[in-house]
């Protein structure tokens, strides 16, 4: 009697363990299916929005640069599941041409083009908030998102430190760590339509190149921004956010100065951005 019930207890455990892994599991591809048809968060559109042009004109040189249309790897995503909440990081490699029209003094315009092999990752915080029992979601639902952030793959010197917002919505917020930063997406940073904000950028790089990559309901609708070079690795711009209510990010670059007036240097670049909505 006493073996019989140790048997018992021995396939009773086995099947709350077995049924568990299956829940866990399940809750995992609920959530990997609702990361792959998000078309906001987890999927920003680089194959246009990084086309456009941008000028600079330094001293007696003009240089004008853009990036080609790019292509994806295969996002990596991993998924932690752990009773009704679940931590998610998701990364994708992006590769393209970047090309650069540039006229020094005295001379004729010479085109260039570089490589763009960059990474880009982002976090989120998932939670059950709904039925277990939906076949599709199983009551899951995107709750909190981080800041975005990439960088280049074969060389990168410069880096973000922190972001500085100051406008009427915000006198004085700073942001740091933006894999660790994390945004309700019932509450995240909001701006009134046309809202002046001023953003500086604190970097390590005294060498570098600054710019905001925003939108606005005109051609060439997406646009880059150049910051000032307050020097010291602090770079400040002001910007008009945009008037549609609907939410977005905003881009900050950093590029080393040498991959936009140097020939042979390579695409050497850090870039945070920002999750926000219009109120």
Same mark, same amino acid.
């Given at each position: 009697?006493?073996?019989?019930?140790?048997?018992?207890?021995?396939?009773?455990?086995?099947?709350?363990?077995?049924?568990?892994?299956?829940?866990?599991?399940?809750?995992?591809?609920?959530?990997?299916?609702?990361?792959?048809?998000?078309?906001?968060?987890?999927?920003?559109?680089?194959?246009?929005?990084?086309?456009?042009?941008?000028?600079?004109?330094?001293?007696?040189?003009?240089?004008?640069?853009?990036?080609?249309?790019?292509?994806?790897?295969?996002?990596?995503?991993?998924?932690?599941?752990?009773?009704?909440?679940?931590?998610?990081?998701?990364?994708?490699?992006?590769?393209?041409?970047?090309?650069?029209?540039?006229?020094?003094?005295?001379?004729?315009?010479?085109?260039?083009?570089?490589?763009?092999?960059?990474?880009?990752?982002?976090?989120?915080?998932?939670?059950?908030?709904?039925?277990?029992?939906?076949?599709?979601?199983?009551?899951?639902?995107?709750?909190?998102?981080?800041?975005?952030?990439?960088?280049?793959?074969?060389?990168?010197?410069?880096?973000?430190?922190?972001?500085?917002?100051?406008?009427?919505?915000?006198?004085?917020?700073?942001?740091?760590?933006?894999?660790?930063?994390?945004?309700?997406? /019932?509450?995240?940073?909001?701006?009134?339509?046309?809202?002046?904000?001023?953003?500086?950028?604190?970097?390590?790089?005294?060498?570098? /190149?600054?710019?905001?990559?925003?939108?606005?309901?005109?051609?060439?609708?997406?646009?880059?921004?150049?910051?000032?070079?307050?020097?010291?690795?602090?770079?400040?711009?002001?910007?008009?956010?945009?008037?549609?209510?609907?939410?977005?990010?905003?881009?900050?670059?950093?590029?080393?100065?040498?991959?936009?007036?140097?020939?042979?240097?390579?695409?050497?670049?850090?870039?945070?951005?920002?999750?926000?909505?219009?109120?």
């Amino acid at each position: 009697m006493k073996r019989l019930l140790l048997i018992l207890i021995f396939f009773s455990s086995f099947l709350i363990l077995c049924r568990g892994k299956g829940d866990a599991e399940a809750d995992r591809e609920a959530i990997l299916r609702l990361i792959r048809q998000d078309t906001v968060w987890f999927n920003a559109n680089t194959e246009v929005d990084s086309t456009d042009t941008t000028m600079i004109a330094l001293n007696d040189t003009l240089l004008i640069w853009w990036r080609g249309a790019q292509t994806h790897s295969e996002p990596i995503i991993y998924v932690g599941v752990h009773g009704d909440s679940a931590f998610v990081t998701w990364a994708r490699a992006n590769f393209g041409p970047f090309y650069l029209l540039i006229k020094p003094p005295d001379t004729t315009w010479l085109f260039w083009t570089k490589n763009v092999s960059e990474t880009a990752k982002i976090q989120a915080v998932f939670r059950r908030t709904g039925d277990i029992n939906d076949t599709v979601t199983r009551g899951w639902q995107l709750k909190k998102i981080s800041l975005a952030w990439g960088q280049s793959d074969s060389v990168h010197t410069v880096r973000i430190d922190s972001l500085r917002i100051q406008s009427s919505s915000y006198p004085n917020l700073l942001i740091t760590n933006p894999l660790e930063n994390f945004f309700s997406l /019932d509450s995240l940073i909001a701006f009134s339509p046309g809202e002046l904000v001023t953003i500086t950028l604190y970097t390590n790089a005294t060498n570098a /190149d600054a710019f905001l990559h925003t939108f606005i309901l005109a051609w060439p609708f997406y646009l880059r921004v150049p910051f000032n070079n307050l020097g010291n690795g602090v770079f400040t711009g002001t910007w008009h956010v945009q008037l549609i209510p609907f939410p977005r990010y905003a881009f900050f670059d950093l590029l080393n100065h040498a991959t936009l007036f140097t020939p042979d240097y390579k695409y050497d670049f850090n870039g945070w951005l920002l999750p926000y909505r219009i109120k």
